[in-house]
Structures are given as C-alpha cells and as structure tokens.
C-alpha cells in the first residue's frame, strides 16, 4: 500500500512563474490537507479539501494560492506569479475521514524561488 | 496563536538514555493530540496519539503524557538510539477533520 505521493520532490521556478505541486492520498483516503514549513519552523495548516471540496483554507494565503481534489487524479496546490518568500516545503496529509484520527504524510515538495 | 520558532530548543541524550520531550498547546478545547518525528528532507512521521479523555499512552518504547490542567503534553522515548535523532513535533488537532496545528518543534540528538 503506496504512502501519500507528493511530487515533483524538488522544484525550482524563478519569480513570476507558477508553481504545480501534486499530492497522492494512500489508497482509500478522501480527505486531503496541505501544511507549509519555513526552516526550522513546525508546520502550518493551510487548507483541508474532499474530493471536489474545500472544506477549510482558512491558512491559504488570499492570493496567487489555490488548492482543488478533483474527483479523479490527484490534489494539486497552485502558487501563481512566485515570489522569493514562498520559497518552503510543502506537505500533503491524507486521511480516510474526518473523524479524528491519524494523518498519513508524504515526503514533501521543496519550493526554491530564485 | 500558531507557534513559531526560529531556533529549534536542542535536547542531547547519550544513547541507551531515557529521552522526555516537552510541548504546551494553547487550546483548551483541542480533544486530540499527536507527536510526529521528522528527519531531515522528510516528511513527518506519526509517533504516538492520545485523546484527551486519557493521561497517558505507552506505544513500542514511547509515551505520551497528557495534562489538560496546565495543557502540557510530553513524549518519553525509553533507551534512545541514534536512529532516534530527529526533530520532534507535537500537534493538536482543533476543528473539524484533521487539520493540525503544530508545535514549534524540539531537535534531539542521541550522542553514541
């Protein structure tokens, strides 16, 4: 059973340009939330989604972000127009339900704006 | 509030040592708690939960303590090993689902 899928791993854009990241969720799970962390910093929540659904994007930024879970393929979180501070790792969790339980994550996306 | 940490507090522990890690959260109504490990150029990985109806949880060489009174939450790792080494994170989860927030973070260092 393949864990959260994230890619590409590393990505490099240069300012202005967007940004694709892509997340997987394991098999069976439908709920999908991705986090950013800055250097050494923990990580912060900025949007929940369900399949066609935003649940909470009450951490995305108001603008230049988007996030979407179509029904088929993957969840994608766009950054248009780059600049220099979104430069993080972002982190994709999946999880079978909205119950509380445990969070799968994946390996993360490394975002370098040069 | 969120935490933010810009430098990471550093516990070093001797191999075979006892290791406790400490974190306080801030929301009295968080019901459910989780420590994840995260190794450089990964992703978290889940440790140990509790829910808030308990004080304590033991895993495989692990405990989680919880106390609600003063909203401190500690992670016992027994007999540490350098495989150990990690940043360690502690989060809450508020709201609806799994959205977490998380702790600022601890690095811990097994020296062999």
């Known amino acids: 059973n393949a864990g959260v899928m994230q890619n590409p791993r590393h990505l490099v854009r240069r300012r202005g340009q967007e940004a694709r990241l892509r997340c997987s969720p394991m098999?069976?799970?439908?709920?999908v939330y991705w986090y950013r962390q800055l250097p050494e910093e923990g990580l912060k929540f900025m949007v929940y989604?369900?399949?066609?659904?935003?649940?909470?994007e009450s951490g995305m930024p108001k603008e230049r972000f988007s996030a979407e879970f179509p029904k088929e393929g993957p969840s994608i979180l766009r950054i248009q127009q780059v600049v220099r501070g979104d430069s993080a790792a972002y982190f994709c969790?999946?999880?079978?339900?909205?119950?509380?339980?445990?969070?799968?994550f994946g390996q993360g996306t490394r975002l370098t704006v040069v | 509030g969120e935490s933010v940490g810009l430098h990471l507090p550093t516990l070093s522990v001797q191999e075979g040592d006892n290791s406790i890690i400490n974190c306080a959260y801030s929301?009295?109504?968080?019901?459910?708690f989780i420590w994840y490990k995260q190794e450089s150029g990964k992703g978290p990985q889940f440790i140990i939960d509790?829910?808030?109806?308990?004080d304590k949880r033991q895993g495989q060489r692990v405990t989680v303590l919880l106390n609600k009174t003063v909203k401190h939450l500690s992670l016992q790792i027994a007999a540490t090993q350098p495989g150990d080494s990690a940043v360690y994170f502690c989060?809450?989860?508020?709201?609806?689902?799994?959205?977490?927030?998380f702790g600022a973070g601890t690095i811990l260092r097994v020296k062999s």
């Open positions: 969790a999946s999880s079978p339900e909205s119950s509380r339980t445990e969070a799968f």
């Open positions: 509790i829910r808030s109806n308990m």
């Open positions: 098999k069976g799970h439908s709920h």
């Open positions: 929301n009295s109504a968080s019901d459910y």
């Open positions: 989604l369900q399949k066609e659904n935003i649940i909470d």
């Open positions: 989060a809450e989860n508020r709201g609806y689902g799994n959205k977490l927030v």
